[in-house]
C-alpha cells in the first residue's frame, strides 16, 4: 500500500516541491523589478508566470514517463485539433456553459440581488477589441488549465489507482492550486469558494471521463470564465452588499450556496450517466 501511494504521489510531490523552490528563488529577483509582482497570483501576469512553470515541471515530468504515457498525453492535449470534431464540440460546451452563467446572473437580477451599473464604461471599438482578446486569452487559459489537470494529473493517477480516486484526488488538487499562497484557506476561512471549486474540477472530471476529450472540458471551463471576462471589460452589473443579499447568493459564483447545489446536481447526473466508466475496477 506503501509502495503504491509512494509511486502515485512522490512525482508529483517533487514537482511540486520544485515549483515552491523556484518561487523562493525567482519572488525575490521579480520584487526588485516590481514590487507589486507576486509569482502565486491568481491574476494577470502572476498567473501567466505560474502556469509558465507548471508546464515547465510538466516537460520535467513527461521526461521521465513512459513512451505510452507520452503518447496518449500527445494525443489528449495537442493532437485533437486536427479532429475534425474539435470546433463544434468545444463550441457546444462553451455555450451551454455561457448560457448557465449567464442566466444566473440574470437572475439574480430580477431577484434585485444585483443592479445595473449605467456608469459603465460605453461599448466602444477599445473595449471589444479588450473583449475579443479576452476570449482568446481565455481558450488558451482553459486549454492549460484543462491539460494540466484532466490531460496529464488525472490518466497519470488512472495508471494506479481507480477512476474514481483519480478524480477525486484531481479535483482536490484543482481547489488547492487556485490559492497557492495559503492553500488550507480554502477548507477553513474561505471554505465557500474551496467548496466551489472542488465541485467544479469534479464536474470538469466527470465531463472528461465521459468523453475522454480534453476540449469538452475546455469548452465548459472557457464558457464559465468568459461570462466573467466580459463583466470584467463591460462592469454593467452591480452586486449589492454582502450584507443585503441572502447566503446563498455571492458576487463570486463559485461562492454561492446555490451554485453549489446547481454542481451537485449536474454531478450527481454525470456520475449516473457514467457510472459504468467511473465505477470499472482495473
Not at 460546451?93 to 459603465?120: E, K, Q, R
Not at 482536490?172 to 472542488?198: A, C, Q, R, S, Y
Not at 471576462?229 to 452591480?238: A, E, G, Q, S, T
Request: net charge positive; charged share 15%; with cysteine.
Amino acid at each position: 500500500m506503501i509502495k503504491k501511494i509512494t509511486k502515485s504521489f512522490g512525482p508529483i510531490i517533487l514537482s511540486a516541491l520544485s515549483i515552491i523552490i523556484t518561487f523562493k528563488i525567482l519572488q525575490p529577483f521579480a520584487l526588485f523589478l516590481d514590487p507589486s509582482f507576486n509569482l502565486l497570483s491568481s491574476r494577470g501576469i502572476g498567473k501567466v508566470a505560474f502556469i509558465s512553470l507548471v508546464i515547465l515541471q510538466i516537460i520535467l515530468f513527461l521526461a521521465t514517463r513512459s513512451f505510452k504515457f507520452f503518447k496518449n498525453f500527445l494525443e489528449t492535449n495537442i493532437y485533437f485539433f486536427k479532429e475534425k470534431a474539435f470546433l463544434k464540440r468545444y463550441s457546444q460546451y462553451f455555450v451551454i456553459f455561457f448560457l448557465l452563467h449567464s442566466t444566473l446572473l440574470i437572475l439574480f437580477y430580477f431577484l434585485g440581488f444585483a443592479t445595473y451599473n449605467p456608469n459603465w464604461e460605453t461599448l466602444t471599438f477599445s473595449v471589444i477589441l479588450r473583449t475579443i482578446f479576452g476570449f482568446i486569452v481565455t481558450f488558451f487559459l482553459a486549454w492549460t488549465e484543462e491539460l494540466i489537470f484532466r490531460g496529464t494529473l488525472f490518466p497519470y493517477f488512472e495508471q494506479t489507482l481507480s477512476t474514481f480516486s483519480s478524480l477525486c484526488i484531481t479535483s482536490l488538487i484543482f481547489m488547492f492550486v487556485h490559492d497557492m499562497k495559503n492553500p488550507l484557506n480554502l477548507i477553513t476561512k474561505n471554505w465557500e469558494l474551496g467548496l466551489g471549486l472542488f465541485l467544479l474540477g469534479f464536474l470538469l472530471n466527470l465531463i472528461f471521463i465521459d468523453t475522454r476529450k480534453l476540449y469538452t472540458g475546455m469548452g465548459a471551463h472557457a464558457g464559465l470564465v468568459f461570462v466573467k471576462v466580459i463583466l470584467r471589460r463591460m462592469p454593467f452589473l452591480i452586486f449589492l452588499p454582502s450584507y443585503k443579499i441572502p447566503f446563498w447568493v455571492h458576487r463570486d459564483l463559485r461562492q454561492s450556496n446555490l451554485i453549489h447545489l446547481l454542481f451537485i446536481i449536474a454531478i450527481f447526473y454525470m456520475i449516473i450517466k457514467t457510472r459504468k466508466k467511473l465505477f470499472d475496477q482495473k
